[in-house]
């Protein structure tokens, strides 16, 4: 069983890499490298977080905005992932992990602790949602608007927000105002920064 273990983290290694080092190499060449069959067939395989990276890194989906295949590379990698971490967990972890993490968090902060993790939960659905939103405005720009997100990212949810952000390669820029401005900081360092200091305050709490 271990050598199965062993033999599938190392294939998934392998995949990732070159999941990776294609979509890379398809954004920095002015005209199509590979076909398009290749960001659908990669992450299908296996390599869905080498797709997440390199579309968050590089925007790769962006420049395949060229193509009718847009939309089907945005929502790919991430829609593979979260389906491939589920089934990994529903194998080889406990059918019961779930509710053994619900306790632990219940027993390591309380209801404070729950609270937290069902605000990060919905952070993470909400920021996946404003990410689509684009891909049916204009009425999809109303589907998940600032005056519930911010404030959802603010008081907790960032781990969530943050997570969704890199899996989803959710990124916003706009520059109409100070509002605009402050909501683009928010959305991209903003998160990085309000995580690192909710985990300190998480980090006082508990000693």
Request: positive net charge; charged residues 10%; contains cysteine.
């Amino acid at each position: 069983m271990e050598l199965v273990l062993y033999a599938f983290i190392f294939y998934l290694l392998i995949i990732n890499l070159i999941t990776l080092i294609v979509y890379f190499k398809e954004i920095n060449t002015p005209s199509p490298r590979f076909s398009p069959i290749f960001f659908i067939v990669l992450p299908l395989l296996g390599g869905s977080i080498g797709a997440i990276l390199a579309n968050y890194i590089k925007d790769v989906e962006h420049k395949e905005l060229r193509a009718s295949i847009a939309k089907i590379v945005a929502f790919l990698p991430p829609v593979i992932f979260i389906t491939q971490i589920l089934i990994i967990i529903s194998i080889f972890c406990n059918h019961n992990l779930c509710l053994n993490i619900l306790n632990y968090i219940n027993l390591k902060f309380g209801l404070i602790g729950l609270i937290l993790l069902a605000i990060n939960i919905f952070s993470f659905v909400f920021i996946a949602i404003r990410k689509y939103a684009y891909y049916i405005a204009p009425i999809g720009n109303n589907l998940i608007p600032d005056y519930i997100l911010t404030p959802v990212i603010l008081l907790g949810g960032a781990t969530g927000a943050l997570a969704a952000k890199i899996i989803f390669n959710f990124k916003e820029d706009w520059s109409c105002n100070t509002s605009m401005k402050f909501q683009n900081f928010l959305y991209n360092k903003g998160m990085y920064v309000i995580f690192i200091l909710q985990i300190i305050i998480f980090y006082i709490m508990e000693v």
